[in-house]
């Protein structure tokens, strides 16, 4: 949530406030400032931690319209990339699910 959709759904922030107060010179416990050596031992996420498993992939894709037009006014306020995820996902587990029912069928039709 940014401070946009906040000031759009008239939260009691002072934003006024907020801005003019002056920011931190020093870190704190909560983020104390790298050191060289602190630096020197980064690693990526995946490497800390492989199992995570983000499973999304940024890309670009064309898509007609018509179609994004589509999905954004059926998505409401869900975000219409999700959206098209999830009817994606669902069309891969349908062709999943028609393809066993044809392996079922040819075994059956095997036996016979």
């Known amino acids: 949530m ?11 922030i002072d934003w006024t406030r907020v ?13 104390p400032e790298l050191t060289a050596a ?9 490497q800390v931690l492989p199992t995570l498993g983000l499973g999304k992939q ?5 898509l007609d319209e018509a179609v ?21 996902r669902r069309a891969l587990e349908a062709d999943s699910l028609k393809e066993a029912l044809r392996e079922v069928i040819r075994e059956e039709l095997r036996s016979v």
């Open 58 to 62: 940024r890309i670009t894709i064309m």
């Open 2 to 12: 940014n401070k946009t959709n906040l000031k759009s759904n008239r939260s009691k």
């Open 68 to 88: 994004v037009q589509a999905y954004k006014a059926k998505a409401g306020g869900r975000g219409y990339q999700t959206l098209i995820n999830e009817t994606l």
């Open 19 to 31: 801005d003019a107060a002056p920011l931190a010179d020093s870190p704190d416990e909560d983020s």
């Open 38 to 46: 602190d630096f020197l031992q980064l690693r990526p996420l995946s």
